[in-house]
């Protein structure tokens, strides 16, 4: 069986796209949540919690992982503001997690991934395709982020490298960040988290002759962002 690491397995999209992988793939629930990653693996296949703060992950926590087949990087966060209202610190914590965690963990699986021909697979937004008023920090994380997987994809050819633009979906982030635009949590109008996990689970089994570089999905009505 081909193994996958999640991060921000513990709920959201991430919780979504493990049971979508669970399957067909041995689990590396990577989050900070340890009781809520034990839960889930509790109830997979093949599953295990891989409790980590990924801005400060080292060689040693990937210790013991030879061989990746899929690589997800599903954590992240978003401040939002104008730029005249956001502190230097707000950009650093976003950059930090959204970009170089997700950097610093890919180099430091690169051994792993080449050794399987991995697949890895970046949880975007449409903010990495359009920057919108408030959202200014988020969306740069995201087009550096998207920067990012176009790199990799020409820097590791053996591997493929698909970034996934997902509009709102229903989740507690997505709720907060109603609560930052002062509007009502409407998970109808937003995508589901399965729906995501579908997606991601159409790139990953599309063969190894088939490389979708990028997904865009979108919610049937509701904002675009």
């Known amino acids: 069986m081909k193994t996958a690491l999640i991060t921000g397995a513990s709920r959201g999209v991430g919780e979504a796209i493990a049971r979508a992988l669970a399957p067909t793939h041995r689990l590396i629930l990577g989050g ?71 950097a610093e963990l890919t180099r430091l699986l690169l051994p792993a991934l080449r050794a399987a021909g991995g697949h890895v697979l970046l949880i975007n937004s449409g903010a990495g395709l359009r920057a919108n008023p408030a959202w200014v920090s988020y969306a740069a994380s995201k087009f550096a982020l998207r920067a990012f997987a176009d790199g990799l994809r020409l820097e590791e050819p053996s591997l493929r490298v698909t970034s996934v633009y997902p509009g709102r979906i229903a989740t507690d982030m997505q709720r907060g960040v109603r609560e930052q635009e002062g509007g009502e949590f409407e998970p109808s109008k937003y995508l589901e988290p399965d729906t995501v996990a579908r997606a991601v689970l159409a790139a990953v089994l599309a063969g190894p002759n088939a490389h979708l570089t990028e997904l865009t999905l979108r919610p049937s009505e509701g904002p675009v962002s």
């Open 32 to 102: 900070r949540d340890r009781a809520a990653l034990d839960r889930l693996a509790a109830g997979l296949p093949d599953a295990r919690a891989w409790p980590v703060e990924l801005t400060e992950v080292t060689a040693a926590d990937v210790e013991g992982i030879d061989r990746l087949d899929v690589l997800v990087h599903s954590a992240g966060v978003v401040t939002l503001g104008s730029i005249a209202d956001t502190p230097a610190e707000v950009w650093r914590r976003t950059m930090e997690i959204n970009l170089v965690a997700v």
